[in-house]
């Protein structure tokens, strides 16, 4: 193995217009030093999957944007999300693949879609660090078509190569957008203005003397339109020495990590603000609140330290708290078909709350159950980001037989699934499941399994002979109890979906007899007039690409 110095490092790449990067002031206020930890340490600590203590590392290690450490420390950040094991070169493949050569191409590239053209940020990238940035951003398009609407990934491309090379550049983006485990950014215009809505809701409940504060500067019908800009705030108003630091958390924890950013920053306009003869005050009512908050962000009175730890000091702001919050607003908007900025934003596949023909002819033509109503009722169920995924039959009882064993085999490792019963008498009605079915062999701290798993997005649904869907009681009701939260069981002996009083969906190990039952989970009637039932057919859908 060889060893590489961090001296053989340098803190820019040749991209960057170095004079450009201004001066930051060290900070005085630090009275304990805390020794500097080197790549190896951090390196050492992230492959033995120790996270918490990076996470801790990272909010409080005070590297300046110069460090050398981030040359190597972000590319660590970002594979440990999903290792892609790209071999080397295939970046490279695939430039000439695009473009026909390994050549800056002499014309300006025509950027993807995903991209929002008032918002290419270089920061301090020379004109061919550009070019490289379009370069990059152009191949990732190429590479993921299914991105429809992304804008925060030319900014990530453009920091990124400050710091590394080209290549390195665009594997390291590549693990993020596929990262299984945390979100990093959401790839449709949908999940966009799920972000900001979730930004408004979490500082009206955990800021809100700073929301309040925000009113009386704007209307309520335009405040929503202030929050759109929420990741300019960090993106495009931040100074590069701030940016720079909250990349450093952003790249561990995920999009949690700008969530706080942004309420940070209206805290501290809130305190700069709210004082007597603020001038602060003065230009947001000449110039208006929008162009008030992005300068403020440009001149952000306090240094990136000081910034993360507003942020971070916010309580009740756990990862899944987030996560619980993104879900309700994404399901609120898919029951109340919220749609705003239309004009401003490109409308993508997935907020058209219907199947694609390609979706279409892959149902009909493996379903049993479905009718082609039912197909585009079901389909404006499900969560916006799904629907840009073709739909795959991973098992039928028509096909795979009647056995839970051969049930597990083909759907455990797929994730989320969609459950469709057609009963002896027709009745017709099943789940979305939004998490693998594997994860009835996980164990506790104390070794035991876990009886139920999943989260708030599963949701059951009835087609036939009523239609309805009934979601999880928690998006509308923040208090609730362990009952309200009993989404999936399962183990060798049977499949429950929905518990608390009663069982929404529970069916045989020879998936041939079930019952369905009242819940609390998801408020539910029992799904067939009956209550007991036989099963005609079972199918069992994944998405294609989705989370396999």
């Known amino acids: 193995m060889v060893i590489i110095n961090d001296l053989d490092y340098q803190p820019f790449q040749s991209l960057v217009n170095v004079d450009s990067i201004p001066f930051l002031i060290p900070e005085c206020t630090i009275t304990k030093k805390q020794p500097n930890k080197t790549f190896s340490e951090i390196q050492h600590l992230i492959t033995n999957g120790r996270h918490k203590e990076v996470k801790k590392l990272l909010r409080n290690h005070h590297w300046p944007a110069d460090n050398i450490i981030r040359s190597q420390l972000w590319s660590a950040l970002c594979k440990q999300h999903n290792n892609n094991n790209m071999t080397e070169g295939f970046y490279w493949d695939l430039v000439v693949q695009l473009f026909g050569t390994k050549e800056l191409p002499d014309k300006t590239s025509i950027l993807p879609p995903f991209v929002d053209s008032k918002h290419r940020h270089i920061y301090h990238l020379t004109g061919v660090g550009k070019e490289v940035a379009d370069r990059v951003v152009c191949v990732l398009g190429f590479a993921c078509p299914d991105i429809t609407y992304s804008p925060a990934i030319y900014s990530l491309v453009s920091l990124f190569l400050h710091f590394m090379p080209e290549e ?14 945390l979100v990093f950014m959401t790839q449709t215009k949908s999940l966009y203005e799920v972000t900001w809505r979730t930004v408004m809701r979490v500082t009206r409940k955990h800021a809100s003397s700073a929301s309040i504060h925000l009113t009386k500067f704007c209307s309520a019908t335009k405040m929503e339109h202030v929050y759109t800009d929420w990741m300019w705030w960090i993106f495009q108003g931040l100074p590069f020495h701030h940016i720079v630091r909250v990349m450093d958390c952003y790249l561990h924890e995920g999009i949690k990590v700008l969530y706080r950013i942004a309420m940070a920053i209206l805290k501290l306009f809130y305190k700069n603000s709210s004082k007597r003869n603020s001038p602060w005050a003065q230009e947001a009512l000449n110039n208006g609140l929008e162009a008030t908050l992005m300068n403020f962000c440009r001149q952000m009175p306090v240094s990136p330290n000081k910034l993360l730890k507003i942020a971070f000091n916010i309580r009740a702001l756990s990862a899944a708290y987030l996560h619980r919050i993104f879900v309700k607003t994404e399901m609120s908007m898919k029951s109340k078909a919220i749609v705003s900025n239309s004009h401003q934003l490109i409308r993508s596949r997935s907020s058209e709350n219907l199947p694609t023909s390609q979706s279409q002819v892959n149902i009909q033509l493996l379903s049993h159950t479905l009718s082609t109503r039912e197909l585009f009722t079901l389909w404006s169920w499900l969560p916006m980001r799904i629907t840009m995924y073709q739909p795959v039959l991973l098992y039928t009882t028509e096909e795979h037989g009647c056995s839970l064993t051969t ?8 994730e989320p699934t969609l459950l469709i019963i057609k009963t002896c008498s027709d009745d017709v009605f099943g789940a979305y499941c939004s998490t693998k079915w594997l994860e009835r062999n996980r164990k506790d701290d104390r070794g035991n399994r876990t009886a139920y798993f999943g989260t708030g997005e599963t ?23 362990h009952s309200n939260e009993l989404f999936m069981a399962a183990d060798s002996k049977m499949i429950t979906i929905g ?8 069916m045989d190990e020879n998936i041939r007899f079930g019952k369905s039952d009242s819940c609390s989970t998801f408020n539910n009637p029992p799904l067939c007039p009956g209550k007991d039932f036989e099963i005609k057919v079972l199918e069992v859908y994944g998405f294609g690409g989705a989370m396999l």
């Open 168 to 181: 390195e550049c665009y594997n390291s983006l590549t693990s993020l957008v596929s990262s299984k485990r």
């Open 407 to 414: 049930f597990y085999f083909r759907v455990e490792q797929h």
């Open 459 to 481: 949701f059951l649904f009835s087609l036939f002979p009523e239609r309805s869907k009934y979601p999880w009681v928690g998006m509308e009701n923040d208090n609730v109890c």
């Open 499 to 506: 518990g608390g009083d009663g069982q929404a969906i529970w």
